[in-house]
């Protein structure tokens, strides 16, 4: 079946660094577009980056761009998400998730969501 | 950037039709998805594209989005429907993903 497995999550200091995994599996990992979304600790979901299918683009939210970079490997089936500099409020549980989406005649991209995600991996960021 | 905004809770007795929104701008143009969330558990998918059913997902939950206001609706509520209900749109001026704050259900 279609899993996705993250790890790498712990306790850091403010302004270290931090790689996050998800391993991949029941899925052919490089048709897929993929995603890392956050939750802080009694919050809701924030949307951090995506990276397109071969790595050829990758965007991120505007709280981590210049920090956090995504990453895969699709020889490996894995997703990464390289965090730096990190702050307090980057104190969260990251999910890693595949992206499904939807497209018109001419291939435009009409709608995407997320199915499925991880279970997520906890990162605290404390002194 | 595209804001949605939710009721931070909702609340209905077992047996019930619970309906829980989403508001933005025109997101009658968008198409919405919502995720459940219950505790300490990852999200999970339960409507697509205003109103499609990922397989798995009961006929108890349906979708609708028109004009300013998106809208899952889950008929026949049981204790087990209890969780987070979060929606989703993709923002086409910043391609950017979007979620909702999120409305807790209670039941009562």
């Known amino acids: 079946q279609v899993q996705l497995v993250e790890s790498g999550g712990g306790v850091v200091q403010p302004g270290r660094s931090l790689r996050l995994s998800c391993a991949a599996s029941g899925f052919i990992f490089s048709d897929f577009v993929m995603h890392w979304v956050r939750q802080a600790p009694g919050k809701g979901l924030e949307w951090v980056a995506v990276i397109w299918y071969d790595g050829s683009n990758k965007y991120y939210a505007d709280s981590v761009k210049g920090r956090f970079t995504i990453s895969r490997d699709n020889s490996k089936n894995t997703l990464s998400l390289q965090m730096n500099s990190l702050r307090a409020e980057d104190t969260a549980v990251y999910y890693c998730?595949?992206?499904?989406?939807?497209?018109?005649?001419?291939?435009?991209?009409?709608?995407?969501?997320?199915?499925?995600w991880g279970q997520g991996t906890l990162v605290t960021v404390s002194s | 950037s595209y804001v949605l905004t939710q009721p931070p809770s909702v609340s209905v007795a077992p047996g019930q039709t619970a309906r829980i929104t989403c508001g933005g701008n025109?997101?009658?143009?968008?198409?919405v998805h919502w995720y459940q969330q219950k505790p300490n558990q990852a999200p999970v998918l339960v409507v697509y594209d205003d109103s499609d059913r990922p397989s798995g997902i009961p006929e108890r939950f349906s979708g609708s989005n028109s004009g300013n206001t998106a809208t899952l609706t889950i008929s026949r509520v049981e204790a087990g429907d209890e969780a987070d209900y979060y929606c989703?749109?993709?923002?086409?001026?910043?391609?950017?993903?979007?979620f909702g704050g999120g409305t807790k259900l209670t039941v009562l």
């Open positions: 989703q749109v993709w923002d086409t001026s910043s391609d950017q993903v979007v």
């Open positions: 025109n997101i009658g143009s968008k198409s």
């Open positions: 998730a595949r992206e499904r989406e939807s497209r018109g005649w001419f291939g435009e991209l009409l709608s995407n969501w997320f199915d499925p």
